[in-house]
């Protein structure tokens, strides 16, 4: 068995946190290997947390077990839930959104909600505040460990009852597709969408072609110029901007060897939006 089990929070690492949960699952099994995804999510945000388990949890084995603890609404009528994703891996998590971006690109199999009599750790009941380390790190270690399986969890549920972030997918009207800006490539200030590949292409748009590209910051059109779509920064010239695929397999919009948000001052998320239009 791998006992591979990756950690995501927005814990930070200045304090004694993440390590807590460290030591939780290592309590459940010494053999458990434990990676982090990351733990600068910034507080409370549950779509960064989505949008961070999208980049991550595809390319991890199967039975890869993810502990992600953005929990603004700890201690709360919220579910503790456990999915299985469609490739395989499984996602310890509050209900509260974290789940979107999978759910919208790689799909869920299977969700449960994570029952105490089993994924809480012992003793910890009087404790309301810290359900990372009291049920999330101890179900996920006892997940990866084999110590339990996924079905000993707890409970199904409907995956139509869990948490959607709003404004997940993009909507296309004839030779328009109107998104999001849902993140930056953070380095390089790239904008990354909701728009897939699989969208795009249907507009017909080939390599060298010619994009009507919008953003808007709510009502205010902010940017508007005619962007040819290619697969490389290079096959275009050092400061012209460029359609292109993301390692995502969504559509960016990026300057070679330039930083498109800082040059325009774009933002992301509600209430940024992109529009992408062909002439037919």
């Known amino acids: 068995m791998r006992k591979l089990l990756v950690f ?15 030591g939780v699952a290592l309590s459940v099994d010494d053999e458990l290997r434990i990676y982090d995804l990351t733990h600068e999510i910034p507080p409370f945000d549950t779509f960064e947390a989505s949008y961070r388990l999208l980049q991550a949890v595809p390319y991890w084995p199967e039975g890869t077990v993810f502990v992600t603890v ?9 579910r503790s839930c ?15 959104g974290s789940l979107s ?11 449960r909600e994570i029952s105490e009599a089993v994924g809480r750790r012992r003793n910890s009941e009087r404790s309301h505040t810290f359900h990372g380390r009291d049920v999330f790190a101890y179900t996920g270690a006892l ?21 959607m972030l709003e404004g997940m997918y993009p ?16 380095r390089f200030g ?37 962007v040819d779509f290619f697969h490389t920064f290079a096959d275009v010239e ?19 060897q330039g930083n498109f948000a800082r040059a325009y001052n774009i933002g992301t998320r509600e209430p940024w939006r992109i529009v992408l239009s062909v002439r037919q």
């Open 101 to 111: 971006h999978i759910s919208r690109v790689i799909g869920i199999r299977e969700v």
């Open 143 to 163: 997940l990866a460990s084999g110590k339990i399986t996924f079905e000993q969890i707890g409970e199904v549920f409907p995956k139509e009852e869990l948490v």
């Open 190 to 226: 790239s904008l990354w969408t909701n728009i897939s590949r699989t969208d795009f292409e249907a507009l017909g748009v080939q390599s060298g072609d010619s994009v009507d590209v919008s953003i808007y910051n709510g009502r205010t059109h902010v940017y508007h110029s005619f």
């Open 70 to 78: 953005v929990d603004p609404g700890v201690g709360s009528t919220r």
């Open 8 to 22: 995501q929070s927005d814990f930070g690492l200045v304090d004694g946190a993440v390590s807590a949960m460290y």
């Open 238 to 256: 050092v400061g012209e901007p460029l359609l292109y695929i993301n390692s995502m397999d969504h559509v960016g919009l990026a300057i070679n």
């Open 171 to 186: 909507k296309r009207e004839g030779n328009t597709i109107r998104g999001m800006i849902e993140t930056l490539d953070v």
């Open 82 to 96: 456990a999915a299985l994703t469609e490739s395989g891996q499984y996602i310890i998590s509050p209900d509260n």
